[in-house]
């Protein structure tokens, strides 16, 4: 007997679908509204040493355009009879609206407290959504792939909240300690470490620590240009440490399953 779609899915695709358009029109609407401020003069405004410059934002081209990818296979009948999708679309849909907020409201505010919370808003659901994928058993390969925008974008925007922690203080004057430029940055990046550690473990996919690598390297090379190189060099091992540590953990996990077949 066939399952039948609930209202609840279709507003699930709804929303998700809406989203996905939604964070990518918005993240374009300051330069096609010609408004004076977008996020990007304001990471200039307030720039860090965590702030990646060069070429790494063009990462958002891809993952716009995938996760509206996603959001449309997502809304197949197929798919909205998948109970496994039921999660991991919710939360995709939260980001995705959040994202699609603070898109609009940084421009304007500048990268306060508020724009931090909203970035935190959208970490939190996609994290989930990273362990949900890899905790949900086997997919299908078009269902693998289509997961692939989602893994990079959470992975991506590990490394925007560790950038956004730091800028934010900044732009508020936060430094309780007096620390310096480079012992800020580097304590932010000890911590983001901390807490990355468990979460590439689970998550072990390449499209989740390569979205989280290429934010460090810009960063490395970003402050290697500057002659940064304390923090150039840290970003760079904590960049391909994030792949070692995937390749290690999909490496016990293949041995784990061999384990349980013998």
Same mark, same amino acid.
């Given at each position: ?15 998700l679908l809406t989203g996905a358009v939604g964070q990518f029109t918005a993240g374009f609407a300051p330069d ?21 410059? /060069? ?5 958002? =081209?891809? &993952? @716009?355009?995938?996760? +509206?990818?996603?959001?449309?296979? !997502? ?34 505010? /500048? ?5 931090? =919370?909203? &970035? @935190?808003?959208?970490? +939190?659901?996609?994290?989930?959504? !990273? ?15 289509a997961f692939l925008p989602v893994l990079g974008q959470s992975g991506w925007i590990s490394i925007a909240s ?15 300690a007096g620390l310096g430029a480079e012992a800020s940055a580097l304590l932010v990046l000890s911590i983001w ?70």
């Open positions: 007997m066939t399952q039948q779609i609930t209202a609840l899915a279709y507003i699930r695709a709804l929303l096609l509204l010609g408004w004076e401020q977008t996020i990007s003069t304001r990471s200039f405004e307030s720039r860090t040493l965590l702030i990646p410059g /060069g070429g790494a934002f063009i990462i958002w =081209l891809p &993952l @716009f355009f995938g996760n +509206i990818a996603f959001a449309v296979f !997502a809304a197949l009948p197929s798919q909205l009879r998948e109970k496994r999708m039921a999660t991991i679309g919710w939360l995709a849909a939260t980001a995705f609206w959040i994202n699609t907020v603070r898109s609009l409201y940084e421009p304007i505010h /500048g990268p306060g407290s508020v724009s931090l =919370l909203l &970035l @935190f808003g959208i970490l +939190i659901p996609l994290t989930f959504a !990273a362990i949900e994928i890899r905790s949900r058993g086997t997919w299908s390969t078009l269902q693998t792939w560790a950038a956004g922690v730091s800028q934010t203080a900044l732009f508020t004057g936060f430094n309780p470490t901390i807490l990355a550690i468990p979460v590439i473990w689970r998550v072990r996919a390449l499209a989740y620590s390569g979205g989280a690598a290429w934010g460090l390297f810009w960063i490395g090379a970003t402050n290697l240009s500057n002659k940064v190189e304390g923090i150039a060099w840290t970003a760079f091992v904590a960049s391909a440490g994030v792949l070692v540590l995937t390749g290690a953990a999909k490496t016990d996990t293949a041995r784990s399953v061999q384990a349980e077949k013998t």
